[in-house]
T-cell receptor, first 113, second 113 residues
Framework: DAGVIQSPRHEVTEMGQEVTLRCKPI?????LFWYRQTMMRGLELLIYFNNNVPIDDSGMPEDRFSAKMPNASFSTLKIQPSEPRDSAVYFC???????????FGQGTRLTVV | AQSVTQPDIHITVSEGASLELRCNYS??????LFWYVQSPGQGLQLLLK??????LVQGIKGFEAEFKRSQSSFNLRKPSVHWSDAAEYFCAVASVGSYIPTFGRGTSLIVHP
């Protein structure tokens, strides 16, 4: 398996623009996580999907952030409008659910100028 | 709520020396525990995990960790460090039922030749 695939790897955008990050989980995994990594706050869980349904979105910072999982093989994290403080590395991870580990993608490094 | 503390932000060791990275967790019941490693610009890779059973678990790359319930700890060890082990190490905890990993702030390992 190719692992968790995220795109793009790097994104530079101007403040106020819409940004969409994409994730393809490992085939057969039914749990998907979006994390944000910054120097100040470390790794924070943004949202957790199970069987394509958002279960816990308490980590989503504000209404500017939204996430979808239209099917088992694709998820998006959208920021609209983007702000400089959104600059971070965003990771997608997937797992088989239950007592199994999460597998991480390579991350998307977002820079908002 | 579950939480993880990694008290050491940086650890410096000489190549060939032994290593112990500390991890303390807060959770009411027996947790699921993980250690991940992150190389620069990369995603997180699982080193080892504890779900139940033997409290000493072996992982990849010669790492091991010991779960000590009385101390709420899950310290990572390696008898002889290689220069390629220089990376960021993250301890994580997940609770039975939610399976959402919560990460510590990480420990940066520096290896001197």
């Amino acid at each position: 398996d190719a692992g968790v695939i995220q795109s793009p790897r790097h994104e530079v955008t101007e403040m106020g623009q819409e940004v969409t990050l994409r994730c393809k989980p490992i085939s057969g995994h039914n749990s998907l996580f979006w994390y944000r990594q910054t120097m100040m706050r470390g790794l924070e869980l943004l949202i957790y999907f199970n069987n394509n349904v958002p279960i816990d979105d308490s980590g989503m910072p504000e209404d500017r952030f939204s996430a979808k999982m239209p099917n088992a093989s694709f998820s998006t994290l959208k920021i609209q409008p983007s702000e400089p403080r959104d600059s971070a590395v965003y990771f997608c991870a997937s797992s088989e659910g239950g007592n199994t580990e999460a597998f991480f993608g390579q991350g998307t490094r977002l820079t908002v100028v | 709520a579950q939480s993880v503390t990694q008290p050491d932000i940086h650890i410096t060791v000489s190549e060939g020396a032994s290593l112990e990275l500390r991890c303390n967790y807060s959770y009411g019941a027996t947790p699921y525990l993980f250690w991940y490693v992150q190389s620069p610009g990369q995603g997180l890779q699982l080193l080892l995990k504890y779900f139940s059973g033997d409290t000493l678990v072996q992982g990849i790359k010669g790492f091991e960790a010991e779960f000590k319930r009385s101390q709420s700890s899950f310290n990572l060890r390696k008898p002889s460090v290689h220069w390629s082990d220089a990376a960021e190490y993250f301890c994580a905890v997940a609770s039975v039922g939610s399976y959402i990993p919560t990460f510590g702030r990480g420990t940066s390992l520096i290896v001197h030749p």
